[in-house]
């Protein structure tokens, strides 16, 4: 079946064979995976992309993306295959296990090793981390002096962009208890919600594709990846699992999105231990009742 968009007062043609190289260019650069019923969302898209480009053909498109000099364009492409979505607290029962269980072994840990890690992995606008920050200066104000820190990537460079300003839309407060709004929030001279700078000083943000190489050995206490996962195939999912397990210290922490689950090898080493929370086998890795 072939499909057509109207682009420079012409019709685009969008053919089975076009889907499938963009969902094979996404899936071996990404770990995306398009099934076919995305294709209409996938068209409506990228056609957006063809006319900021001014190209007629989806194959004139495919043979850009493919050029070494367009980095820019993939991660456009990225950007217009995934959402963003996201928001402070959200799915607050993992910061609540955090806080009740992730920071004591993590505290615990500290005596010894002299250090803390926390990776919020696909942070998109920074919500996540931000309310990962605020949760612990909360228990440990002086975080930052302990060597407490929290790793914030995407594969977004615009996003983390974003993220880095810690400027969000006044609105999005509702998402903040009261007390941390007062401790840990300002309000900017253009009216926004503005994250204060100790909240800042304790997140590392870097651009990161989770299907790379990734420049760091961790460990980390606990690995927030949320709603990341639900993009890629079951393989490049079980992947990812086993490469989490392995950044993580005995009794670390993996929290996931709401329709994720582990499953695969990771399996063997991370148990449930609450809804799509999980922990790596070793000391201290049942929950205290
Ligand atoms: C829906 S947001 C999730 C934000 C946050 N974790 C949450 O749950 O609220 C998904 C994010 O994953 C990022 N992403 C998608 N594929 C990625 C990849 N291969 N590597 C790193 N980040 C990726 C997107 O850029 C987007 O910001």
Known sequence: MTQTVGGHGRDIPFSDSDFRAISDLAQAEFG??????????????LSKRLKARELDSFPDYLALLK???????RLELISALTTNVTSFFRENHHFEMLRDHGFPSMFDRLKESGRGRIWSAGCSS??????????????????????????????????IARARQGIYPKEEATGISELFQKNFTHKTEHNELGMSD??????????????????????????FCRNV???????????????????????????????????????????????????KTGSGSRLAS
């Not at 949760?135 to 302990?146: E, F, G, V």
């Not at 990161?208 to 690995?223: E, K, R, Y």
């Not at 999912?237 to 993996?254: A, I, K, T």
């Open 32 to 45: 995306l995976n398009l099934a076919e019923s995305k294709k209409p969302l996938v068209y409506s898209r």
């Open 67 to 73: 050029r070494s000099e367009e980095n820019n364009e």
């Open 126 to 159: 920074g919500q996540e981390p931000y309310s990962i920050a605020m949760t612990l200066l909360n228990k440990m104000p002086d975080a930052a002096r302990r060597n407490v820190k929290i790793l914030a990537t995407d594969i977004d460079p615009k996003i």
């Open 198 to 223: 100790n909240l800042r000083e304790i997140i590392t943000f870097a651009e990161l594709n989770l299907m790379s190489d990734w420049p760091f050995n961790g460990p980390f206490d606990a690995i």
């Open 229 to 279: 996962a639900i993009y890629f195939n079951q393989e490049t999912q079980q992947r990812l699992w086993s490469r989490f397990c392995e950044m993580l210290v005995p009794g670390g922490f993996l929290f996931i999105g709401h329709s994720e689950r582990v499953t695969g090898a990771a399996t063997r080493e991370l148990t449930g231990v609450g809804i799509t929370s999980y922990r």
